[in-house]
């Protein structure tokens, strides 16, 4: 006698002494395949989605669980909150997940596109998704990894085909991945995958390895320039304001020289106005007093003067000797 369990096949011999006791050995068979075949268990990233005799029967949560043995229901589990991810024009080599990349001869035909301007660039990029709805994924596209690849290498090849190689390159890189997001999200959609696209992420965008070298050197050039015009406005930012405080400083100075000529102008006038009015009243008088003020002020700045009359004939003359570091 042959039983399957699974893949395997094995055969079975009864026992020679009789009938009875092979009876006994097949229900003891028998039981133990049931029980091996009804007890299953969801993982905690998982969901399952039992089928019975092809039909969609439920879904379960992580954890043990009963199913109908025999073959008779079946079993898939679907790893709906793990984050997956696929790689495009590159692979990381030990991934678990079998889409995840493809081979290396597909890689150098994927990350190969041409643009706009009819250039060519090489575009790595990857995108992260998660399997929100198992049952629409498992049955509502056949093989919907291999599908998702298809769809994600169409849409941005779409996209970079409608921007110049500069664009690619330079400039559009992150524009690009939010288009191919947005579109690759109404794609899922239409075909009703059960896939929830995260993200799109542009990892290395170059022109081909002939021209690589020259495009290092434009680009580096620009890189340069820009470095340049960056100094000068830093320069510009900089002097500005300062020549503009050193000229409201100016400003400032020159206000104030003004206002103080000014005071010291009516001020000058006033003490004249009444030094004339004191004058008008009493001329001798006043004179005489501005006489002596003046002399006052005056003689302090003469040093040592000794003045005579011109009939003073007892006076010796002094000659200096000495000279003026000895005294």
Request: charged share 25%.
């Amino acid at each position: 006698m042959r039983v399957q369990i699974g893949n395997e096949v094995i055969e079975i011999k009864p026992p020679s002494n009789g009938g009875k006791s092979a009876s006994v050995v097949m229900v003891l068979i028998v039981l133990t395949i049931a029980a091996a075949t009804s007890i299953y268990s969801i993982g905690t990233e998982e969901e399952g989605v039992v089928l019975r005799f092809g039909k969609i029967v439920k879904t379960v949560n992580s954890g043990l669980h009963m199913k109908v043995p025999f073959g008779i229901d079946r079993v898939y589990p679907v790893p709906v909150t793990r984050v997956m991810k696929q790689e495009f024009g590159f692979g990381t080599r030990g991934a678990t997940y079998s889409s995840q990349m493809s081979s290396d001869w597909e890689m150098e035909l994927e990350k190969d596109m041409v643009t706009g301007d009819l250039n060519s660039a090489l575009v790595e990029w990857v995108i992260q998704f998660k399997l929100s709805e198992p049952e629409k994924y498992l049955f509502n596209v056949r093989d919907a990894d291999e599908t998702l690849r298809d769809a994600s290498e169409s849409v941005m090849r779409a996209v970079v085909g409608d921007r110049t190689v500069d664009e690619v390159i330079t400039v559009g890189r992150a524009e690009i991945a939010e288009e191919c997001k947005s579109k690759l999200k109404e794609l899922v959609e239409l075909y009703d995958m059960g896939i929830s696209i995260d993200q799109v992420q542009l990892i290395t965008v170059n022109p081909p390895k002939p021209v690589q070298a020259s495009f290092n050197e434009v680009n580096q050039a620009q890189q340069e320039r820009e470095n340049s015009i960056n100094v000068a406005l830093g320069e510009q930012n900089r002097e500005i304001p300062k020549a503009g405080g050193e000229a409201e400083k100016t400003i400032s100075e020159a206000q104030g020289y003004a206002m103080q000529r000014i005071n010291e102008a009516d001020g000058d006038s006033a003490k004249f106005n009444s030094l004339f009015g004191e004058y008008l009243k009493a001329p001798e008088v006043t004179r005489r007093r501005i006489y002596l003020e003046t002399m006052q002020d005056v003689m302090p700045k003469l040093g040592k003067k000794v003045i005579v009359d011109e009939s003073a004939n007892q006076v010796l003359p002094f000659l200096p000797l000495t000279s003026p570091a000895a005294k």
